[in-house]
């Protein structure tokens, strides 16, 4: 890559984020509220602000974690968004054929839930788009750690010298920062760029999404019912409506999506069963290819990737965005404790440390993901005994629950300090 004089940039930054989804913008936020006084963020997105309206086009709910939570709580993100969040307070997983007539319980998760803080939040799209939105928008007015807001505008390349990355931009313009951070999503041109290649194969599946409104109410608990075809979880959102993630094999999957309304509901009805009432679809449906996706190096000179330009994982256990909001909160956390010392934070050793922290951690979920769907998304008899003997086993075993609880929270290993929801 050629090499730049930051000189020669419009104006200089401390970090440059390339995306402002979740990551981009949380990272922004995060940066804003925590980093040294005069320190100054430049958010780049291809997207146009969406003035409040945060995405209401995109059917998914997200379900985040008590970590997450954590992190959006300390900035301050928390109570914009609690009003639209539906705590989970059990969980129920059951396993078996399509047209089985009764879904035995095989798992479930309600004492080690109740004993505490819920374990994840339900939250839709938009809502959590917009409370990122105005928490950012609010930051711009602040003149000493400001946030400076590019859009609609694209990184369309980069340059490093030895003290600063230059940011090349689609309209023309270049800007100098400190750091580079790739947060432009699963096909980051800024990988790319960089030569990081990725371990990556595409499921022969696709998640088909949309949202369900039921005559009884949920009472908070989220059931995910393991079928020969995929993965089929019921989430509850507030009042009574439920978020569906409907995993297919590629080709059913698009002759689902292809029905007309009544067919796609009765379809859907019979995966759903009888237990919440009828239901009516209250959303718009959306079909989306699944993939694991894990980069070989989250870092390159004066770069770091996060969120999904860094790792993208099957959505049976709703842990995405939770995985990309750790590398948040680490990346975070790093360059603000290396900003208070005057250090260079497009550095190797910060990167190197951000590396160490989130790469193994990462990749780790992506495999048991990939490791559950393989084991489930079949009809093979002696696999189902197998693995239904196995779900057995961890239900009759309440401190193997517990361990899973505090892990699916986000709440095990090297937990950065936002996550646990104190200031850095
Ligand atoms: C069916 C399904 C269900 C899911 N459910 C959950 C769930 O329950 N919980 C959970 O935690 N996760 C879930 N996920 C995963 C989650 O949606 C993603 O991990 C998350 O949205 C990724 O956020 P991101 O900010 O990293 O990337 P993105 O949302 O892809 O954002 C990338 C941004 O970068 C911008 N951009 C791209 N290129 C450029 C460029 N060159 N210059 C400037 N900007 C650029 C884009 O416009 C975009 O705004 C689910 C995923 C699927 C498919």
């Not at 984020?17 to 949380?26: D, K, Y």
């Not at 339900?122 to 711009?140: D, F, I, P």
């Not at 859907?268 to 919440?276: D, P, Q």
């Not at 440390?353 to 992506?366: L, V």
């Amino acid at each position: 890559m050629a090499e730049a004089e930051p000189e020669k940039a419009r104006v200089p930054y401390d970090v440059a984020i390339a995306g402002g989804g979740f990551a981009g913008r949380t990272l922004a936020l995060a940066l804003a509220k925590l980093a040294p006084q005069g320190f100054r963020i430049a958010l780049i997105d291809a997207e146009a602000p969406r003035a409040g309206t945060g995405g209401l086009d995109d059917p998914r709910a997200l379900a985040l974690s008590a970590s997450t939570k954590s992190l959006l709580a300390v900035l301050g993100v928390w109570p914009d968004i609690a009003p639209n969040a539906q705590a989970i307070l059990s969980i129920e997983i059951t396993d078996s054929p399509l047209d089985a007539q009764l879904r035995p319980h095989f798992l479930g998760f309600d004492d080690e839930l109740r004993s505490g803080e819920p374990g994840a939040y339900l939250v839709e799209h938009g809502a959590l788009s917009r409370a990122l939105e105005n928490a950012v928008a609010q930051e711009r007015v602040i003149e000493e750690r400001a946030i400076e807001i590019f859009a609609p505008e694209t990184v369309t390349d980069y340059a490093t010298s030895p003290f600063a990355v230059t940011v090349k931009l689609g309209r023309g313009d270049e800007i100098a920062a400190r750091l580079l951070v790739a947060a432009d999503g699963k096909r980051s041109r800024l990988r790319e760029r960089a030569g990081i290649k990725c371990v990556a194969w595409s499921y022969p599946q696709v998640g088909i999404v949309t949202t369900v409104a039921h005559r009884r109410p949920h009472g908070g608990r989220a059931v995910q019912h393991f079928l020969p075809a995929g993965p089929f979880a019921m989430l509850p959102l507030t009042g009574n409506r439920s978020s569906i993630v409907w995993t297919e094999g590629a080709l059913r999957g698009a002759e689902i999506m292809a029905l007309d309304e009544a067919s796609f509901t009765a379809e859907l009805a019979t995966r759903f069963g009888a237990k919440l009432g009828a239901i009516t679809l209250a959303g718009p449906r959306q079909s989306f290819p699944l993939e694991l996706q894990i980069a070989r190096s989250f870092i390159a000179d004066r770069l770091a990737l996060i969120g999904d330009a860094a790792h993208v994982v099957h959505p049976l256990a709703g842990l995405g965005l939770n995985i990309g909001m750790r590398d948040v909160a680490a990346l975070a956390e790093i360059i603000v404790e290396e900003a208070r010392l005057g250090l260079d934070i497009g550095a190797a050793p910060g990167l190197e440390r951000y590396q160490r922290w989130r790469r193994f951690d990462s990749a780790f979920s992506a495999a048991v993901m990939d490791g559950l769907n393989r084991l489930f998304s079949n009809d093979s008899a002696p696999l189902r005994t197998l693995r239904d003997l196995g779900l057995g086993l961890v239900d009759r075993t309440p401190p193997l629950k517990r361990f899973l609880v505090r892990e699916a929270a986000g709440g095990t290993g090297n937990v950065p300090r936002l996550l646990k929801g104190e200031r850095v």
